[in-house]
């Protein structure tokens, strides 16, 4: 499954903001509460890493997004 043709969708629908990193709360609200597990043990990776890897980055020490996906 691609992050762009299922989980987006499914956020947009749920009126989540993509220019911001979405939130564990907002996957957790949209259904997808059981990707940071299945990251973690199915591939090695870190949900922080994942929404890097599709373009979403942290905030930085004063709170505003660096990188943020466009």
Known sequence: ?????????D??????DLFERPSYQDLLETGYGGLQDALREQHDTTLAEFL???????N????????HRR
């Open 1 to 9: 499954m691609q992050h762009d043709q299922k989980i987006e969708p």
């Open 11 to 16: 956020l947009r629908r749920a009126d989540v």
């Open 52 to 58: 890097r890897s599709v373009g979403y980055f942290e």
């Open 60 to 67: 930085d020490s004063a709170g505003l997004p660096v990188g």
